[in-house]
């Protein structure tokens, strides 16, 4: 693999790129990415945090890149050295499919069309000029495809988690970036001993048992770096404006309507508020998702008034907390109790696994927490798991997730006394109900 040029990164100093790579970075669909934050609205609680998928995408594909030169040099009998680009390229794409504002988007995707920026990604990747870019030079976009969200049928299991597993090059990435960008140092990790320290047992990556301690550091820094950054009171209430102005819109302007590359390609965070302010109709849905971004972009944000933490390890949980039908329910119980109509009420349900959740799908197994350590017994080399060991990381088990409630501030005392009537009447987990 030759190297023609180099991009100057903040994390890894300098990020060498192939000739391929950089045919795929100067197209459209790629320069889009610099048009989306990774963190969405999390710059206007830290500054700095104004980083874009396009860097942590080129983040990816250099870690990427890594993990397998060092999987083929331990291992060259299962692996072919050449293949190097193509798992970079994979990981450069990984993230290709975001929409507007990252993830906050992709709730509004997921909510009113059932789909993923994974689905995104392998649309983009098979109807855009990547696509020919790929062919040409030789690459399967099939395959590039699958591998970039960590699913291709024609690649060794090791090869998908490289992109997608409990200690993939996303999150290797993305926690020293947003670490970086953030200023907050919960995310500080020691990826290099990560690294050199993956193993293969059964076409599998583990982790030798010699560098635990830099497994559950990882583990601690993503559980912290949800709490002190990811679901951060003033980042989520960033976020609940920008996707409750987008949903609130949707059915006049469209956002999820896109039915080619080219129209999803055109949706960013620029053109998304440009949209938006530009509706010229004056119905109650538009005067509040405009005030909803006016807010965001003079950080006139909404208020949290009541706050319940939670971590649960009940998977049903986590599914049943994420639903719509859920949130709407008790926004209108809230504001049945506090006199206002309930679309003045904003009540936040994120949930996120405690550990990395990735089924293997390639395996054809589902159980998604199975995190593989090699140690030994004996002088005999033995598989473990890795809640066997290590208490710090069974102590993290389960799912992390917060039920806030949010207004405008002229309501912040109505609904703050409705919000404790209602939580405060019994258990939060007698809400969660099919």
């Not at 009940?314 to 206002?340: F, M, Q």
């Amino acid at each position: 693999m030759e190297y023609i040029g180099e991009i100057r990164d903040p994390v890894y100093k300098y990020i060498h790129i192939t000739d391929v790579e950089k045919k795929v970075i100067d197209t459209p669909v790629f320069q889009r990415l610099r048009r989306i934050k990774q963190l969405a609205g999390a710059h206007l609680t830290y500054p700095g945090a104004t980083h874009t998928r396009f860097l942590h995408s080129l983040g990816v594909m250099l870690t990427a890149g890594k993990m397998f030169s060092h999987i083929a040099n331990y291992y060259p009998d299962k692996a072919d050295k050449e293949d190097i680009q193509l798992v970079r390229l994979a990981g450069m794409l990984h993230d290709i499919g975001h929409g507007p504002f990252s993830h906050t988007f992709e709730e509004v995707l997921s909510e009113k069309r059932g789909l993923t920026h994974e689905d995104i990604a392998k649309m983009l990747i098979n109807g855009t000029e990547i696509k020919d870019i790929l062919s040409r030079e030789g690459f399967n976009p099939d395959e590039i495809a699958g591998l970039s969200v960590g699913r291709c049928s024609t690649r060794e299991r090791w090869v998908n988690q490289i992109i997608s597993s409990h200690f993939d090059a996303d999150i290797l990435d993305y926690l020293r970036r947003d670490s970086f960008f953030t200023g907050v140092e919960y995310g500080l990790i020691d990826a290099e001993r990560i690294i050199d320290s993956m193993v293969l047992w059964d076409n599998s990556i583990a982790i030798d048992e010699a560098a635990l301690y830099a497994l559950e550091s990882l583990f601690i820094a993503r559980y912290m770096m949800f709490k002190a950054v990811y679901f951060h009171r003033t980042v989520r209430a960033a976020v609940i404006m920008l996707s409750r102005a987008m949903l609130l819109v949707d059915d006049i302007i469209g956002l999820t309507d896109f039915k080619t590359p080219e129209e999803y390609v055109s949706l960013d965070d620029y053109s998304v508020i440009e949209k938006i302010l530009s509706i010229k109709e004056d119905c109650e849905e538009v005067v509040l998702a405009k005030r909803l971004i006016s807010g965001y972009l003079n950080r006139s944000l909404l208020k949290a008034v009541f706050e319940i933490f939670i971590h649960h390890d009940d998977p049903l949980y986590h599914s049943l907390i994420s639903r719509p039908t859920l949130r709407e329910s008790l926004e209108n119980e809230i504001a049945e109790k506090a006199g206002i109509t309930p679309k003045l009420v904003f009540l936040d349900l994120p949930s996120a696994p405690s550990l990395p959740y990735h089924p293997d799908y390639s395996g054809g197994r589902h159980s998604g927490f199975e995190i593989n350590i090699l140690g030994r017994e004996n002088g005999e080399k033995k598989l473990k798991q890795v809640f066997e060991i290590s208490p710090i990381v069974q102590s993290l088990r389960g799912f992390i997730g917060l039920a806030r409630v949010y207004t405008f501030p002229e309501y912040r005392k109505k609904v703050f006394e409705a919000s404790k009537k209602i939580f405060g009447e019994r258990p939060y987990s007698f809400k969660i109900s099919l």
